[in-house]
């Protein structure tokens, strides 16, 4: 993992927000740590102006390494939600996990589905950065909408 990604388009952004929900929703368990990689990489390479990305302050990629290879994976993936954004947390007895995001200042949650806690954190924050554009895997899994009305 890089530690200088290079800034994206805001469109070409976004579109990989996307395939990151997507592919965090249809993720095995075993491909956690490269979702958390993924995701890194992808704030670190968020477009300068972009006002969705200024509330990240993002661990050394080092960091996220060390978590990665102790299997700390929900403590990565936590480590990429900023401490001014909501979340919730929970994992039903089936095992699949559901995590929602609210970003600072945001009036609702979006939320993702995962078999893990991790991949379902990342999911939500994917969409929460989106803006609520539901993944169509996920709504159907959810038996509604992605994003829903405010939790916290």
Do not use: K, Y
Request: with cysteine; net charge negative.
């Amino acid at each position: 993992m890089s530690d200088s990604p290079f800034p994206m388009s805001r469109s070409g952004w976004r579109a990989h927000l996307r395939a990151l929900a997507a592919e965090c929703d249809a993720s095995a368990i075993e491909e956690q740590g490269e979702r958390i990689r993924d995701a890194w990489q992808l704030l670190a390479s968020a477009p300068q102006a972009s006002s969705d990305a200024q509330s990240f302050s993002l661990p050394p990629s080092d960091a996220i390494e060390a978590m990665i290879e102790a299997e700390a994976f929900e403590s990565a993936a936590l480590s990429l939600i900023s401490a001014d954004m909501g979340f919730l947390l929970s994992r039903g007895g089936n095992g699949l996990a559901i995590a929602s995001v609210v970003l600072p200042g945001g009036e609702e949650d979006h939320t993702a589905s995962g078999a893990s806690p991790a991949l379902a954190l990342l999911g939500a924050l994917a969409l929460a950065l989106l803006g609520g554009e539901p993944a169509t895997a996920q709504r159907d899994r959810l038996g509604g909408p992605a994003a829903g009305a405010r939790l916290n």
